[in-house]
């Protein structure tokens, strides 16, 4: 604990401050709530997206088999071109949003190629476009996550700290200055008494001297 002034001026600081961290401790708390009520969405929806990926991939399993023939359907047909996202906003936080991909596919013999190949690249537009969903909420995450340590860093240091070190110092320079002024009191009573005493002893030697 750092060393404060026993003095009037020291007792107003701190008893501002401790004003200021009653205030801001319960939005900060509110903060963390909240943060923490929308990591959970958050966390909930990416495993609805991968869950999602997952139903997709298990509906077209009669096509994993055609994927891996390679000559006919190559690795690179699909290539994401431009990937689309927006800004949002949680509790202060700017956060991505995904808006979107385009896809660009691989030049091939729409006459010569199977139908099945578009269907192919349907599924893997779709199956990309979940995996992209699904990396912008855990960035999400991920940036939330960091505000609401520091957020969760500043209520201890508000509720454990600042606070408690705050009522301890107004508490120290209250019985001080207490102490100071039953002090002086004693010392103004001691110095009349002892006033009266001499004008006492003054006033016997006046009266013997007459």
Known sequence: MAKIKLTKNELKVQKDA???YRRYLPTLTLKKQQLQAEIRTIEA?????RAQRE???????SWIAV????AAFPEDVITVRNIRKGTGNIAGVDIPTFEGADFSRGDYDLYETPLWVDIAANHMEQAMSLDLMAEVLDEQVRL?????LATSQRVNLFEK????????NIKKI???????QVSAVVRSKI???????RNAIAHERVGDAV
């Open 161 to 168: 700290v600042k606070i408690p070190e705050t009522e301890e």
């Open 191 to 197: 110095s009349k008494r002892k006033i009266a005493q």
């Open 144 to 148: 939330l996550e960091a505000e609401l």
């Open 55 to 61: 139903a997709l991939e298990e509906g077209f399993h």
């Open 67 to 70: 994927f891996s023939e390679t």
């Open 45 to 49: 929806n990416a495993n609805a997206v």
């Open 174 to 180: 209250s019985i001080y200055m207490a102490d100071q």
């Open 18 to 20: 401790l004003k200021m």
